[in-house]
């Protein structure tokens, strides 16, 4: 019975180095074919150096495994397993470490070709920003030439219209002052026909009073000759 217990651990413990095995180097090749950035590949380390761990330590607890057993063919059977299980380990640590060695070349050409290729395209950009300024400052040198404009265009209209203004005031001040004048002609002309008219009524009143007076002497004559004893 507590040989066939042994038995299961020892399979059981083969197949956790198997499989450990394999996801070695499923992620050998992934750090094989990693194209950065080194954050990616230190990540991808970690985990490698954590499945070596894992499997270094199963390979252990079957080497005990094999030196506990009676049997001296069992325990040399298990031993020769322990030697080829070391083996591939050891060959997956070179794997790795050449793996690792041209992904780390392979990122620093990268960030080498990526830090070229960033100089250019700043040189690009200063080289662009610089004839986006000199556009820039040619459009405002035009606005501000075409605002120029505008104001000495407007400038001389308002001249313009203050010498129009002007002209109307003189001759509004003009026709005022003839507007006063014959005001003065109006009033004059005015005060001579009333004067005139007073002066026919005055006229008409002394020729009344004369008719009357000789009426009455006419009357007071013929009043004597008509009538003597009256």
Known sequence: MMAASADVHVRICEQEIIKYDLEIKAFIQDVSECTGPQSKLTDLNYKV?????????????????GKEQDKESDKLALLNKV????????????AWRKANLACTLS????????????ENM????????????????SDITESLM?????????VQQSEETMSSLATSSRTVQETHEEFKAMSGTIQLGRKLIIKYNRRELTDKLLIFLALALFLATVLYILKKRLFPFF
């Open 107 to 118: 990122i620093d050409k990268l960030e080498k070709e990526d830090l070229l290729n960033s």
């Open 122 to 137: 700043s040189v690009r950009h200063r080289k662009m920003t610089k004839e986006s300024l000199a556009q820039t400052s």
């Open 49 to 65: 150096k954590e499945k070596f761990n894992n499997l270094r330590q199963r390979i252990q607890d079957l080497e005990q495994m």
């Open 83 to 94: 030697e080829r299980h070391q083996k591939q380990m050891l060959s997956n640590q070179t």
């Open 146 to 154: 075409s605002i120029s404009r505008m104001m000495s265009q407007q």
